[in-house]
């Protein structure tokens, strides 16, 4: 799931205050007048706080990828952190004595940029998905024995690769679209919408009004921070066995609510739909649909096969997943594309008022263009840049993995820049970043054309290649709309986001590793599933083998599913909107079809405190739900440092508190 969510209603109202302020004419020029040089807005607290908060994020982003691969957009809550970070440490230099630099939206910005473009190589780097559907423990899950999972497919995860690899794949994203980023930002006047927001929250910040503002946000976040981390904290004595602890409390019963502050922080930031859409969906697999296929053991599954295999139960969760996310992203990837070409080709066909748009653009609008354009980042640049790290990337890539041809690597960097357009236009239009939907055609076509001894992994890598590219070049536009709303230079944003990335690149496999050797990542039963993993390596496998692949009756649930999910997006976009805006989403409901319902219940209660908030206090919950959710999230997502050290050092919770059912005589 992308890290570049749209934006939350608790936003509407913080951005109906802000943009006034940002639209007085005399208040945009003093700033433009008061800009520090590029090199300037990059400082070296900033580069320190971002690496922090980017820890932080990266191991909070981590766990929910290896639980659920659900990960809500935590860009909001990122620049509220570094707001609360750099006043913070602001405040203990001024109290000691000592002289210290303002602090600027430019380096909020900058902080925001870098936090995000390291923390979303945690999300996107396929650490819960492509590059773990490599390993053994996956290989076997998904059968031996099964046609297309070729003996020795797989690769088990190492600290030395995995840098290695995400350091050749993630800077050539970076460079594919800089020459275009004037026409995106200022010709096409693209919305991007997550920028925008996070362009408004920022500007909101440094204003008179927005200081008082963010006090609050910082008060709520530090409360709710300390109250999630300490329960966490508290929790974990009661944790010493399986089953055990506060999280098994059956307050639904003794499977439908595992209680997290983690998933209710995650559902205050997630749309009300979305959580609907995943309690629909474990309602409709786990309550009806997993029991009455169960009943078919010995007639659609023989009886003594293993749960694990894909011949069993496991299968149909897995395909019925894989044909729910594929006709959700398949009809949002079309759709998305017929936009963009539409909007592409009225755009040309209106050149003649584009170069005459100067004269309609208001006072504002200029001297952001003249900013924007001041420090810009020279095309030679980008372009030896991006033909380097293409070169690099097709000379390692195919020594680090021989199933994947040298010809297949040149054909995707060919390729890889129009397919960053598209995804990025379509971006700026609808605020959807369609890269994993690009990374799974790829996945297909690779892993059909490789063939049977090494497709597998031709697929798998191929998809994360051609997703990184595509989904880093998108963010990077969504930055520079929020750089060129907050006057910072673009040279700058790009200079943070390198160094993100490269941050990123070290910091989320170390992140990785935490888990992996703590704790029983990719166990079905566990609780770390890592459920994309499975659902990642079995669409390599169908793209071998086609339907064959698939167990009993299978292929006719899987084309239903596939249908439906095409019909509820269609339903979506045809009825009135106030019917439309109930109709379920199906990739939000494939997730508990495999993994499990009981963060969905979760979720809603981070929904229902929302709905209860703003129909209470609708203002005051406006500016106040981001803070208290990434308090929330932050506190049980840092709880995961300690606690990993703890199991990594054999120390085990002294109690193990659990709930069983009354025995019967």
């Known amino acids: 799931m992308g890290t570049r969510g749209g934006r939350g209603e608790e936003m509407a109202e913080i951005e109906n205050d802000d943009v006034e302020e940002t639209r007085d004419h005399h208040h945009i020029e003093t700033q433009t007048k008061m800009i520090p040089p590029w ?23 981590m766990k929910l990828n290896l639980t659920t691969g659900l990960v809500p957009n935590l860009n ?15 405040k203990i230099l001024v109290k000691a004595n000592i002289v210290t630099t303002p602090f600027t939206r430019q380096e909020n910005t900058i902080i925001q940029t870098c936090t995000v473009a390291c923390y979303s190589i945690a999300v996107g780097g396929g650490f819960g998905s492509y590059l773990l559907g490599l390993d053994k423990k996956t290989y076997e899950q998904a059968g031996i024995d099964t046609e297309g999972n070729s003996p020795g497919s797989y690769k088990e995860p190492g600290l030395d690769w995995m840098i290695g690899f995400l350091f050749v794949v993630s800077f050539v994203g970076l460079l594919a679209l800089v020459p275009l980023r004037k026409i995106m930002i200022i010709d096409y006047k693209l919305s991007y919408p997550s920028g925008t927001a996070t362009a408004v929250l920022i500007n909101g910040f440094h204003t008179s009004k927005g200081d008082k503002m963010a006090k609050k946000q910082v008060n709520g976040f530090m409360k709710f921070f300390s109250l999630s981390f300490v329960w966490s904290f508290f929790q974990w004595f009661y944790t010493g066995g399986e089953q055990c602890g506060f999280v098994n409390f059956p307050t639904f019963g003794l499977k439908a609510w595992r209680q997290t502050t983690t998933y209710i922080g995650a559902g205050m930031i997630c749309s009300h739909l979305v959580n609907l859409s995943l309690l629909l969906g474990a309602v409709l697999s786990w309550g009806v649909m997993w029991p009455l296929i169960s009943d ?28 729910l996310i594929l006709g959700d992203g398949l009809y949002n990837f079309l759709k998305t594309l017929l936009c963009t070409i ?30 924007f354009i001041k420090e810009s980042i020279p095309i030679w640049v980008a372009c030896i840049g991006y033909l380097f790290f293409s070169v690099i990337s097709i000379i390692v890539i195919p020594i680090m993995f021989p199933q994947l041809k040298w010809y297949y690597v040149v054909v995707a960097y060919i390729l890889a820049p129009s397919l960053s357009f598209c995804n990025a236009y379509g971006a700026g239009l609808t605020d959807m970043n369609m890269a994993y939907n690009y990374g799974k055609v790829s996945l297909f076509i690779l892993a059909a054309l490789a063939g049977k001894d090494n497709g597998v992994v031709a697929g798998l890598i191929g998809c994360g290649l051609i997703k990184s590219i595509v989904s880093i070049s998108s963010d990077l536009m969504h930055d520079l709309k929020t750089g060129y709303l907050t006057l910072t230079s673009p040279r700058s944003m790009l200079v943070s986001q390198a160094i993100g990335t490269a941050i990123g690149c070290i910091v989320a496999p170390l992140s990785f590793f935490l888990f992996y050797k703590a704790f029983d990542v990719g166990n079905p039963d566990g609780e770390y599933k890592a459920p994309y993993a499975i659902i990642y390596r079995n669409m390599a496998i169908l793209g071998v083998e086609g339907f064959s692949a698939l167990p009993r009756h299978c292929l006719e649930l899987c084309y239903g599913f596939f249908a439906f999910a095409v019909a509820a997006n269609l339903s979506r976009d045809l009825l009135p909107k106030r019917f439309g805006k109930w109709v379920p989403l199906p990739m939000a409901m494939a997730v508990p079809f495999l993994v499990g319902g009981y963060f969905a219940v979760d979720m809603c209660v981070g929904s229902l405190v929302v709905y209860v908030w703003h129909r209470v206090d609708g203002r005051k919950a406006g500016f106040m739900v981001p803070a208290v959710a990434s308090g929330l999230i932050c506190g049980d997502g840092l709880w995961i440092l300690p606690s990993s050290i703890l199991a990594l050092a054999k120390i085990n919770p002294p109690i193990c508190m659990s709930f069983l059912p009354t025995l019967r005589s």
Not at 352 to 357: A, C, F, H, Y
């Open 296 to 323: 078919k053991k010995g007639d659609w599954f023989p009886q003594n096969i293993k749960e694990s295999s894909m011949k069993s139960l496991n299968g149909y969760k897995v395909f019925i997943s894989i044909a």
């Open 342 to 371: 539409k909007s592409m080709h009225a755009t040309f066909n209106n050149k003649k008022n584009l170069k005459t748009d100067d004269k309609n653009e208001t006072l504002d609008d200029l001297q952001r263009n003249e900013a």
């Open 39 to 61: 090199k300037e807005q990059i400082t070296v607290r900033g580069i320190v706080a971002s690496l922090i908060i980017g820890i932080i994020y990266s191991i909070i982003v």
């Open 76 to 90: 909001v809550s990122a620049a509220l952190l570094a707001y609360v970070f750099i006043t913070s440490w602001t």
